[in-house]
């Protein structure tokens, strides 16, 4: 080998040791990728999933938090159909629920859903546990003192009033336990699958129903009826996105059948999906039942366009 090959050879091996580790690593492109959830026996878990990292990044129960704070928004658990009345006497003076109209937040803004306003004050029905018993009834304001959040609750019978002070940027706070919540953030999944409540509109009829679907972390999705196999690049870069949207998948990919007893998956439905980070897929729902036969396991498969 000659000098010069020598040298090439060289050069190349240095840029390659000082700018490999900078170059982006994008997911690989692959055949669809189907997942299985698993949603626990009583059907209440809620699995966090990652398109970008092809993996479950975590799960959790609904008891696990109350509130998940960051410096845009503060939202109740809506994994657990919390129940919200703002009142407007004082906190000492407020000691019961009478006359308070309460609300899951569902309609009261599509962009705004499940979120309360710093420094107003609320009572709040805190849902129920897994065996379907009342986690109580709570007085609660939240504000903001220089990067801190100043977190003021009590029980509704009582003047008695408790201050905790929590500082961070993007964390789920579980009030009674005075913890931060080991849950994924919205920025490290991209959709959540659980039993939710949402506001429903069925021909003339409106209320809300406790569902079991599908909602956004920081990805933004669009339902279409485009058929699946033939959805591309093009369909997702000419779509129009709302990232607040956060219920945009939901539940509505399945309905249940009088005829056959069961639940079936809207053939016609698929879903274009864009990631904060950029990379845009396709999914679709495929099945709602385990291999036992129990609803409320939902398989989907998405790919990478």
């Not at 492109?29 to 997942?35: A, C, E, G, K, W």
């Not at 626990?40 to 398109?51: A, D, M, V």
């Not at 080991?182 to 209320?207: H, L, M, N, Q, W």
């Amino acid at each position: 080998m000659n000098l010069k090959s020598k040298l090439v050879i060289i050069i190349s091996l240095f840029f390659a040791a000082c700018f490999s580790k900078e170059d982006p690593i994008e997911p690989k492109l692959r055949l669809n990728q189907s997942v299985e959830l698993d949603a626990g026996e009583s059907r209440t878990e809620i699995n966090f999933y990652s398109l970008e990292r092809d993996e479950l990044v975590g799960k959790a129960n609904p008891e696990d938090w109350d509130l998940y704070i960051t410096p845009s928004k503060i939202q109740i658990n809506y994994f657990r159909s919390i129940r919200v009345a703002p009142f407007a006497k004082e906190w000492h003076n407020q000691l019961d629920t009478v006359g308070l109209a309460f609300s899951y937040l569902t309609d009261k803004n599509p962009n705004r859903m499940w979120e309360i306003d710093l420094d107003s004050t609320y009572v709040l029905d805190m849902g129920f546990d897994s065996e379907f018993k009342p986690m109580g009834i709570i007085k609660l304001k939240v504000s903001k003192v220089g990067s801190d959040y100043k977190i003021q609750y009590g029980p509704i019978e009582s003047a008695f009033e408790l201050v905790e002070t929590v500082s961070g940027t993007d964390f789920y706070y579980h009030i009674n336990d005075k913890v931060k919540a080991d849950v994924p953030t919205e920025s490290e999944y991209d959709v959540a699958f659980g039993k939710y409540t949402e506001f429903v509109v069925i021909g003339e009829e409106e209320a809300d129903y406790l569902v079991l679907g599908a909602l956004l972390g920081s990805a933004s999705a669009i339902p279409t009826t485009i058929p699946f196999d033939e959805i591309t690049t093009l369909d997702i870069d000419t779509a129009s996105f709302n990232k607040n949207k956060k219920n945009a998948i939901g539940w509505d990919w399945k309905a249940y059948s009088l005829d056959k007893g069961a639940y079936e998956i809207d053939q016609d439905k698929s879903y274009l999906i864009k990631t904060d980070a950029g990379f845009k897929y396709k999914l679709r729902f495929v099945n709602f039942y385990n291999n036992k036969g129990v609803s409320g396991h939902p398989t989907f498969e998405y790919k990478l366009l």
